[in-house]
């Protein structure tokens, strides 16, 4: 239930961005338990233009490769290909650096809004999946930092 939940609400956020209700003037989606392209579908079918997610939306991807065992299969030889950070979309291959998470966060948000007193929301899909590769403490941490 909870993750319809957060799609409602993402769905709604949005919404109020877009039609500039909201104090925030963008978006970082740090999705851990669902693809970015699961958010970008969901958006675009409740009728978000697609076209405009670069201007006030971006992701961080905290579910394709959450531990970086694909990228270092990849190095290997042993699997041809692993995700890539594409437009929009920012791959996290580390969840337990929570220093790194953080700035990757603030660093999408501040492409976003630039260096000016504009604000930006940022919406984690699970906490639950954070706490598998994290203590209860530095997730703590984290939450209050941002």
């Known amino acids: 239930l909870g993750l319809h939940i957060f799609d409602h609400v993402l769905y709604q956020l949005s919404s109020f961005i877009l039609a500039g209700k909201s104090q925030s003037r963008g978006m970082v989606l740090v999705a851990f338990s669902r693809s970015p392209s699961y958010y970008a579908a969901l958006l675009k079918s409740r009728g978000t233009d697609a076209t405009d997610f670069s201007k006030w939306f971006r992701i961080l991807d905290c579910y394709s490769d959450p531990l970086g065992w694909k990228l270092k299969l990849k190095e290997s030889g042993a699997i041809s290909s692993c995700p890539d950070s594409s437009s929009g979309v920012t791959i996290c291959r580390d969840v337990r650096n929570l220093d790194k998470l953080l700035s990757g966060i603030l660093e999408l948000g501040k492409g976003l809004v ?27 941490g984290l939450l209050s930092s941002v």
């Not at 630039?114 to 997730?139: N, Q, W, Y």
């Open 114 to 140: 630039g260096h000016a007193k504009d604000r930006f929301c940022i919406a984690i899909d699970s906490v639950t999946e954070m706490l598998r590769d994290v203590p209860l403490s530095s997730v703590a």
